[in-house]
């Protein structure tokens, strides 16, 4: 359960990283940990996602053959797939009202 002051922790984590982006655009560990810190929000979507994946693969770039980095990355990239499959089926169930109706017997 995440608390309020957790949750703000993680806030200023994300901002402190962002500001560390901007002084050196070629620090791989800013990249690499503001990429962990979307992924600790709350209400994390579809966007934290496809944003956090960016600065992992920035971090990569700048420190190139880094295995954490990488493995952070495609464990990133396997959780986005699966939150794009769970969503297209709760859609798919939502439009199609689950498909139990269509079952011809």
Avoid at 47 to 75: H, P, S
Wanted: glycine share 8%; net charge neutral.
């Amino acid at each position: 359960m995440s608390s309020k002051g957790e949750a703000n922790l993680i806030d200023d984590a994300f901002y402190a990283c962002s500001e560390a982006v901007k002084l050196d655009l070629k620090g791989s560990k800013a990249y690499y940990l503001r990429a962990k810190s979307r992924l600790y929000r709350a209400d994390l979507g579809n966007e934290d996602y496809k944003l956090a994946i960016k600065d992992f693969k920035r971090a990569l770039e700048l420190d190139n053959g880094n295995n954490t980095i990488m493995e952070e990355l495609n464990k990133c990239q396997e959780l986005f797939q699966a939150v794009k499959f769970r969503e297209k089926d709760v859609k798919n169930s939502k439009e199609g009202g689950g498909g139990e109706s269509s079952i011809n017997g």
